[in-house]
């Protein structure tokens, strides 16, 4: 019998709240024999620093059973290393778990615990750990298997490390920058001589800096804006006039326009005006692109389903991975392991958690000989099943065989830019026309010089430049809030949209926040022996019981029956112990149960004690969305049965609007239908089951309570805690739609003043020379400002 | 005043190098992990009493 005088303290390890005395080490208490192995191994190797840098820096262990027998496998190896020759393997792994400063300071001491790996580097913001080791003297599954003792365990999966190609574009755009640059800064520095006016002695420096100015805007004409040139002329072959063409032209006027001048000693050119324009854009390009370096987007079944499955042939088990699973394989899949694919039961006694599958809630019990469908959890003890399906063609990944998955991405919806550039285009091209018709007849050189003036005024600079400053100030403020977004185009999406279909499990309920109470006073024993008992249920009820409870000492029972549906009787102690529903705790049907919460009852030894009260478990700040009715169509669509339909009711607009027992296609169907009504679909969900209709959405928002578990790909990823804000994040992507608005205005009323100047053909290299950063600067001071009032007018800063 | 020439050609040299240098770091990957070496420098080799140090780094 344990006393009651038990003094609590947090576990040395992960900080977690622990009993003292249980597990203890130089006098450090520990929740877990897995955090005191930890603390061991960093003591042998004279690591204990990692202490000192942060209190309780470690993960906590207690649930620990991964197995790695797969990285012995050549075939795997390949795959996952960066190189590899026949001494030296270096390889990035994806950590999670990484958080603080003694995670790094932890992990590029790892050669102290083995030497054969003598580098390691650690990224933080990617969350990934570089190492280099000695593969004579240490294997790939030893190098994880050390890191899963230390408490950071990689997170491996074929999907995630094909990943790593994708900086090279920006980095393409960093020396584009850096050269555009140099080159601004160099021709200003050689125009100002001109603007100030050179004596007629001075004429070679004149000619001198001309011929200089030319020589630095080739560079810039064809290396940093070639890409504007290819873009133009990808867009003209499709019959699209997009922003870049009126960029394009202006760009190339400017460069025609400084040589001619230059080599005819005519005036100074456009060089610096030049260089600067590619400049801004370059830079607006380059803020344009915020990369989230520890959330992928893009993932698929691949990265959540494992890399390898062990396979039993002849009696004997070996890893297998999962491209080379074939039908008739027989697998081994032990607890909180993953069916890859869809299989008959053989052996064993599987209760399969479907929850992040179909969506259902409560674990579901197979008998042998029944087909398990790919992707659940098994629970309990390893059971044997026989595959009948390839991995790719299962139930449930033949849904990325859809044509939604397939179907180019990034232009599902006109943007505002978009739509205004083929009008802006248009009536530039008249101007400049016009103006070249008006002055040809009495002035030819006139004429020219009015029409090339034209054209490069009116560049869409500042136009250019108001979308990605304003849409890369929304990111940051979302970002800030939890809310991450794939890219800035997706703002003006969630702007436009005007009907949310939401899932259930998972999305809109949220098993994980503490939503229990306790309406009983309970002695430690009691508590032991409720704990003993739940503990070997896993309805979703009693794992919340036993969560509430914490980590107490199990008690052994005898008689232990669980009645589906109904509630759980055992005897503990001597004891009967009965909990439940009323009916079951009371043997009548006396209690009608209320909507509004789940009671679970308590009996020990033949005295009522009390109940558990579990508060329904929707996410904080449902209710909020009922205020969006009005504006927005809202659905429900959700895998698991209709239980709840009528606690949900209230928050929909009725009854029509919930739909129920959706399968992963259906649920796909379901959006298209919507679609073919003219609407524009925001889909929220979680899970796998949801990956179809969040593809195939104009918007797919996946919500997650860990960003850097899996989650399916969307174009946006919500922090679970975030999703109280939903309401906010919506009104304010339709202020960043209206800010854009204003900004365009602005550069066009810079653009007529500009127009003014050049329609006479008279455009001095001055005026177009300040003309073009001064609103630049106007664009991105307001863009910039204005994003942020507006957040803070949305509560969002 | 034909020193101008020279100087100028002087400033371009030196404005060139240093584009190289960017362009070398740039390509050493020098410039892809930011964050992490801010953190790193502030931790020492070996710390001897606990929680001495402690309140400049990262928590």
Known sequence: MTTDTITLANCYHCGNDCTEGQYELDAHAFCCAGCKGVYQVLSQSGLCNYYHYNDHPGANRAKFDKRYEYLDEPGIIKDLVDYQDDQVTVITLYIPYIHCSSCIWLLEQINKIDPAIYYSRVDFLRKQVNLRFDNRKITLRQVVEIMVDIGYEPLISLQDIVKKQTGIVKDNLVKKIAVAGFCFGNVMLLSFPEYFGLSGYEQTFRHFFGWLNILFSIPVLLYCGSGYFTSAWANLKNKVLNIDFPLALGIGVLFLRTVIEILTHTGAGFADTLCGLVFFLLVGKFVQQKTYYHISFERDYRSFFPVAVQVIEEGKERPLPLSDLKIGHRVLIRHNEIIPADAILLKGEACIDFSFVTGEAAPVEKTLGEVVYAGGRQIGPAIELEVIKPVSQSYLTQLWNNEAFTRKQDNRMQTFNQRVSKYFTVVLLIIAFGSLVYWLPSDIHRGFAAFTAVLIVACPCALALSTPFTMSAALGIFDRSLFYLKNTAVVEQLARIDTIVLDKTGTITNSSEENVTLYASLTHTDRQMIYSVCSNSIHPLSKQICDFLGNVPKLSIVNYQEIPGQGIAATVNGQLLIVGSSSFVFDNNSGTEDNKSTKVHLRIGGKYLGYFSFKNHYRDGLYRITNLNSYYDIYLLSGDNNHERKALLPFFKSDSFMHFNKSPQQKLDFIKSLQAEGKKVMMIGDGLNDSGALKQSDLGIAITDDVNNFSPGSDAILDGRSFKKLVRFLRFSKDTVLIIHISFLISLSYNLLGLSFAVTGKLSPLVAAILMPVSTATIIAFTSIATHVAARNRKLL | ?59
């Open chain 2, 1 to 59: 005043m034909t020193i101008i020439f020279f100087l100028i050609g002087c400033s371009v040299l030196m404005a060139l190098i240093f584009l190289g240098a960017f362009f070398w770091a740039q390509h050493t990957g020098q410039n892809d992990d930011l964050y992490t070496p801010s953190v790193r420098i502030l931790l020492d080799d070996e710390i001897t009493e606990p929680g001495s140090d402690t309140d400049h780094i990262l928590k």
